[in-house]
């Protein structure tokens, strides 16, 4: 397994801004870190679930159909490449609205939040079951991929006002350098 390549598809999908990140900016800006950090332990679990639910469908279907890995492949490449495309053509980052924060909103945001939901969908078979089938270490993997998702959501806690100055202030290089690294990662997903 590549895994540098693994490792910056899992870092740009975890820490750049999409619903769940966007969600966490704008709690802590309006309630606080400790309210944000409630949201993102739920949203932890529930992105935890989602990849151990992922990777068991996947196993099955690997299994059954070998086939369905280089399919996989080929939707998460072109789902990075989609990504990166959006990432190139944002031009802001303002936060909408303010969901609750609360840990079972967090939860249930990922079940609700595509970027996610993809992500969990895409990552296993392109970057784990190619290299490993046994359950600890897929299982390890899982937790491997949780740890950085929970680490993603609380830089975005910690480092919320900044990021959002930084990113309204530089908003299209930022995008630009992000949308290049998952072409990169996207690319590497077939070596």
């Avoid at 709690?27 to 935890?48: C, D, E, L, R």
């Avoid at 959002?164 to 290089?173: E, P, Y």
């Amino acid at each position: 397994m590549d895994i540098a390549s693994f490792l910056i598809y899992c870092t740009i999908a975890t820490f750049t801004p999409g619903p769940t990140n966007i969600v966490i900016l704008s709690i802590v800006n309006q309630s606080g870190a400790k309210k944000a950090m409630n949201y993102s332990y739920g949203a932890t679990a529930g992105f935890g679930l989602l990849l151990a639910v992922s990777a068991a469908l996947n196993t099955v279907l690997v299994t059954i159909l070998p086939k369905v890995l280089l399919t996989m492949q080929v939707v998460g490449s072109m789902y990075m490449l989609y990504l990166a495309y959006l990432m190139f053509r944002k031009h802001t980052s303002n936060p909408t609205e303010v969901q609750a924060a609360t840990f079972i909103s967090g939860f249930l945001m990922q079940f609700l939040n595509p970027k996610v939901v993809l992500f969990t969908l895409t990552v296993i078979p392109a970057f784990i079951l190619p290299y490993y089938h046994a359950v600890p270490a897929v299982t390890l993997s899982i937790l491997a991929i949780t740890g950085i998702g929970f680490l993603a959501f609380t830089t975005w806690v910690l480092f919320g006002t900044i990021f959002r100055v930084f990113l309204q202030k530089h908003n299209k290089v930022v995008n630009i350098a992000m949308a290049v690294l998952l072409v990169y990662a996207a690319i590497m997903v077939w070596k």
